[in-house]
C-alpha cells in the first residue's frame, strides 16, 4: 500500500507539474478535484488505522489514481490557457421577478414540512437528528407525488436562488440575502439537514475565486464564518451521541473511501455483476425527467439514481476489530460510475465530469448573451466536482430540477406582474 500511495503522490506531482507548463498555474480546479481526492484518501487510510474501521486496499488507490489521471489528462489536453484567465460576465439577466416568484413557491412548498418541523422541534427539543428520522419516514411511506411537491422541487429552487445569491453578494449586493437566510432555515427545520447550507458556503466561495481575477472583489469572509458556525451548531443540534466531533466530520468528508471498500467486498449486495446502465447515472441530470414521465405510464421504469440509491442509502457496519461504525450514502463517485460502465471502465465517468467542466467553460467564454446562465452551470458543477470524492451529485432528479430553474431565473419576462 506504501508504495501504491508514493506512485500516486508522484503522479500527482507530475500533473501539477504539466499544468503549470499549460496555464502558467499552480492552482486550478482540475488541481484542486485531484488534491481533495488525495487529501480525503491519506486522511481516510491514516483515521481507519487509528479508530478501527475497514482500511481501504490497493485496489481503491489504483482505482483513485487512474480516476485522477483521466480526468486530467483530458482537462489539460481540451482546455485552452485564456479560458482560465477570468470570466467577463457581460449581461447577468437575473429576471429579479421570477426570482422573488421563485422564493413564495419554494416557501409554499415547503410549508408542510416547516409546520411537521416546528412541531418537531418544540416536541424533542430542537433536536434534528429527530425531524430527520421523522421526514425519512414519510419518504418511506410511500408519498411519492408529497416528496416531489414538497422537497425535490423547492430544493431545486433553493439551489438555483443561492447560486444568484451567492454571485450578488460577491457583486457586493445583498437585497436578496435575507431571503436566502429564510429559506436556509425554512429547508434545516423542514428536513434537518445541513446540505444546503454547506451548499451556499461553497456556492460563495467558489463565485469569489472565479471573478476575483476580473472584478475588484473581496471575500467577506463574515459569510463564509457564520456558515461554517452554523454548520457547526448544526452538527451539535443533531447530537454527538456516543461520537467524537472528529468521528461526525469523518462521516461525512472522508470515510467513504472505507464505505467504497466495504461496497467492493460485498459487491454482489451493491448489484456490481448486474447489468450496466450505460451512462444514465452519470447524466441522471439529463434523463431522470424523462425517466419520470415514463414511470407514469411504465411502474417498471425507475429514475436512474434509484439504482444508487436502493443499496447505498442502507446504513452498514464498517467497524473492524469489535468496533461498531454505521454509514451510507457516501460512495464516492467511483461506485455510480461502476454501475454505468462496470468495474473495468468506471473512468469514463471522470473523462465525462472533466468534458463538461470544459464544455461549460468554452460556452461561458463564446456565449456573450447567455454566459451567466453557463456562469451559474459553471460554479453548480464545481461544487459537485470537489464534491466528487464523497457522492456523485449529479445523478438525482433534484439537480435536474436546479438546472431548470437556473434557466428560468436568467431569462427576461415577457410578462408583466401587478
Not at 141 to 159: A, D, E, F, M
Not at 191 to 207: A, D, E, K
Request: hydrophobic share 50%.
Amino acid at each position: 500500500m506504501l508504495f501504491d500511495l508514493v506512485i500516486l503522490l508522484m503522479i500527482m506531482i507530475i500533473i501539477i507539474i504539466i499544468n503549470n507548463l499549460k496555464f502558467k498555474k499552480f492552482f486550478t480546479f482540475n488541481i484542486i478535484f485531484s488534491l481533495v481526492w488525495i487529501i480525503t484518501l491519506l486522511v481516510n487510510i491514516i483515521y481507519s488505522s487509528i479508530y478501527n474501521t475497514i482500511v481501504p486496499s490497493t485496489n481503491v488507490i489504483i482505482m483513485v489514481t487512474v480516476s485522477i489521471i483521466f480526468f486530467n489528462f483530458i482537462y489539460i489536453l481540451l482546455s485552452k490557457k485564456h479560458y482560465l484567465n477570468y470570466f467577463n460576465i457581460q449581461d447577468t439577466n437575473i429576471n429579479y421577478k421570477f426570482l422573488k416568484l421563485g422564493f413564495y413557491i419554494a416557501l409554499i412548498l415547503l410549508l408542510p414540512n416547516i409546520i411537521n418541523g416546528i412541531m418537531g422541534i418544540i416536541t424533542s427539543g430542537f433536536s434534528l437528528s429527530n425531524i430527520r428520522a421523522d421526514y425519512s419516514t414519510t419518504i418511506g411511506s410511500g408519498k411519492g407525488v408529497y416528496v416531489y411537491l414538497t422537497n425535490i422541487i423547492p430544493s431545486g429552487i433553493i439551489n438555483a436562488f443561492l447560486l444568484i445569491v451567492s454571485y450578488e453578494l460577491v457583486k457586493g449586493r445583498k437585497n436578496f440575502l435575507p431571503h436566502a437566510i429564510i429559506l436556509l432555515v425554512s429547508y434545516v427545520i423542514s428536513f434537518g439537514g445541513r446540505t444546503m447550507v454547506y451548499s451556499f458556503v461553497l456556492f460563495y466561495v467558489i463565485c469569489f475565486f472565479l471573478l476575483k481575477q476580473k472584478y475588484e472583489v473581496k471575500l467577506n469572509k463574515k459569510i463564509v464564518i457564520f456558515g461554517l458556525i452554523i454548520l457547526l451548531i448544526l452538527t451539535f443540534s443533531r447530537g454527538l451521541g456516543e461520537n467524537s466531533l472528529i468521528e461526525i466530520v469523518s462521516d461525512y468528508f472522508f470515510q467513504q473511501f472505507s464505505f467504497f471498500q466495504y461496497i467492493l467486498n460485498e459487491s454482489s449486495m451493491f448489484d456490481l455483476s448486474n447489468s450496466l446502465h450505460y451512462g444514465t447515472i452519470t447524466f441522471g441530470f439529463i434523463f431522470s425527467p424523462i425517466y419520470l414521465v415514463l414511470s407514469i405510464f411504465f411502474p417498471s421504469i425507475n429514475l436512474p439514481s434509484y439504482y444508487v440509491d436502493i443499496n447505498s442509502q442502507i446504513f452498514y457496519n464498517i467497524g473492524t476489530n469489535g468496533n461498531f461504525k454505521l454509514i451510507n450514502n457516501n460512495t464516492t463517485s467511483i461506485y455510480p460510475f461502476m454501475l454505468d460502465y462496470g468495474g473495468d471502465f468506471y473512468f469514463i465517468g471522470f473523462i465525462v465530469m472533466a468534458l463538461m467542466l470544459v464544455f461549460v467553460t468554452k460556452k461561458i467564454k463564446n456565449n456573450n448573451r447567455n454566459n451567466f446562465f453557463y456562469f451559474l452551470l459553471y460554479v453548480f458543477l464545481l461544487k459537485n466536482i470537489v464534491y466528487s470524492p464523497i457522492s456523485y451529485g449529479l445523478y438525482g432528479i433534484s439537480s435536474s430540477f436546479t438546472l431548470v430553474f437556473i434557466f428560468v431565473f436568467t431569462r427576461k419576462s415577457k410578462f408583466v406582474f401587478k
